[in-house]
């Protein structure tokens, strides 16, 4: 489950630049493609995204995502689960890394299955369940391009 990580004891007193200081400020365009085949998760993750000021679009598993990507879509990053049905994470990667168009697209990979064989293609992991504060750095990461 995610958890909104709170705010430390001092910071309601925080000035507007030092608070912007620690926390990156994303392009209001900035988007993530939410691959994962649990329906309640990925609301979860989505709704928990659109409150941090990205854009969402979510899809059940790597076949839905491939139908989005082919119609056009260009996420700024992909969050991917690794075990879903019809086209698992691993499959999806695989075809992405095999599109010129898409090669260089960043993807985050988070899965309970991290260790039965390491993910190689992918920007960064995340074993879940996953600190939701660390997904929110890595993707002010990859979307400012760091």
Same mark, same amino acid.
């Given at each position: 489950?995610?958890?909104?990580?709170?705010?430390?004891?001092?910071?309601?007193?925080?000035?507007?630049? %030092?608070?912007?200081?620690?926390?990156?400020?994303?392009?209001?365009?900035?988007?993530?493609?939410?691959?994962?085949?649990?329906?309640?998760?990925?609301? *979860?993750?989505?709704?928990?995204?659109?409150? $941090?000021?990205?854009?969402?679009?979510?899809?059940?598993?790597?076949?839905?995502?491939?139908?989005?990507?082919?119609?056009?879509? %260009?996420?700024?990053?992909?969050?991917?689960? *690794?075990?879903?049905?019809?086209?698992?994470?691993?499959?999806? *990667?695989?075809?992405?890394?095999?599109?010129?168009?898409?090669?260089?697209?960043?993807?985050?990979?988070?899965?309970?299955?991290?260790?039965?064989?390491?993910?190689?293609?992918?920007?960064?992991?995340?074993? $879940?369940?996953?600190?939701?504060?660390?997904?929110?750095?890595?993707?002010?990461?990859?979307?400012?391009?760091?």
């Amino acid at each position: 489950m995610i958890q909104e990580a709170q705010p430390g004891a001092g910071s309601a007193g925080t000035g507007t630049a %030092e608070v912007q200081e620690r926390e990156p400020r994303l392009d209001p365009r900035a988007s993530v493609l939410v691959v994962e085949d649990e329906h309640e998760l990925r609301e *979860l993750i989505a709704r928990w995204l659109e409150g $941090k000021g990205y854009h969402v679009v979510e899809a059940a598993d790597g076949r839905d995502a491939v139908d989005l990507l082919e119609a056009g879509l %260009e996420p700024d990053v992909i969050l991917l689960d *690794l075990t879903m049905p019809r086209m698992d994470g691993r499959a999806f *990667l695989d075809w992405l890394r095999s599109k010129p168009k898409h090669q260089g697209r960043r993807v985050i990979v988070a899965s309970a299955y991290l260790e039965d064989e390491p993910v190689l293609d992918a920007d960064r992991t995340f074993a $879940k369940p996953f600190r939701p504060d660390l997904l929110e750095r890595e993707l002010a990461r990859l979307v400012s391009g760091d």
